[in-house]
């Protein structure tokens, strides 16, 4: 069955770089949405942006600026960065199959503190 | 605050049916498909239902799910102490043409 295994760096300063790596096992990767949200106690479950694929890319209007969410079709991953982030993007980043997933990866807890 | 809006907490005795309701708007449950997810404590959430009412393969049929309108639900039956978790409703927004979740139901089994 498909498997999405992500990974990163979860301690992270103000003003860095978030970078997070979503493989995906088992299954098709062309032909499906490639998504990442995250979940904070504060905000809840938050869209962040998805990749058709097809290199065409849809943001949250909220981190637009500081989103970008990359394809590799070679190795069957999927990436977001964020940069300049602040204590207010500490949350746990999940990667997802679809627009609105049906299939997650398992999390990544990311800690913004100086 | 979520978009789509849920009752923070439900309960229920073991084998009794619950059910937990997800509201929004014209511009997201109201033309759009809903889905359900399961997530329990540490753990990423789990598809239960998705266009309104269809269980992915492995899913009881204990869950159900339903949309009318603008609000959708979910209804659990034959409620069993593993069922105890948090569950969100989500549905496709055309204002930020994107995703939007509801808050969250904390489902405990008395």
């Known amino acids: 069955q498909v498997q999405l295994q992500q990974w990163g760096a979860g301690l992270l300063k103000p003003s860095e770089t978030l970078s997070l790596t979503c493989a995906v096992y088992?299954?098709?990767?062309?032909?499906?949405?490639w998504s990442w949200i995250r979940q904070s106690p504060g905000k809840g479950l938050e869209w962040i942006g998805e990749n058709n694929h097809g290199g065409s890319t849809n943001y949250n209007p909220s981190l637009k600026s500081r989103v970008t969410i990359s394809i590799d079709t070679s190795k069957n991953q999927f990436s977001l960065k964020l940069s300049s982030v602040t204590a207010a993007d500490t949350a746990v980043y999940y990667c997802?199959?679809?627009?609105?997933?049906?299939?997650w990866g398992q999390g990544t807890v990311v800690i913004v503190s100086s | 605050q979520s978009v789509l809006t849920q009752p923070p907490s439900a309960s229920g005795t073991p084998g009794q049916r619950v059910t937990i309701s997800c509201s929004g708007s014209?511009?997201?449950?109201?033309?759009?498909?809903v889905n359900w997810y399961q997530q329990l404590p540490g753990t990423a959430p789990k598809l239960l239902i998705y266009?309104?009412?269809q269980r992915p393969s492995g899913v009881p049929d204990r869950f159900s799910g339903s949309k009318s309108g603008t609000s959708a639900s979910l209804a659990i039956s034959g409620l069993q102490s593993e069922d105890e978790a948090e569950y969100y409703c989500?549905?496709?927004?055309?204002?930020?043409?994107?995703?939007?979740f509801g808050g969250g139901t904390k489902l405990t089994v008395l």
């Open positions: 088992g299954g098709f990767f062309t032909g499906y949405h």
């Open positions: 014209s511009s997201n449950i109201g033309s759009k498909t």
């Open positions: 989500a549905a496709w927004d055309d204002s930020l043409n994107g995703p939007v």
């Open positions: 997802g199959r679809g627009r609105i997933p049906d299939i």
């Open positions: 266009t309104n009412n």
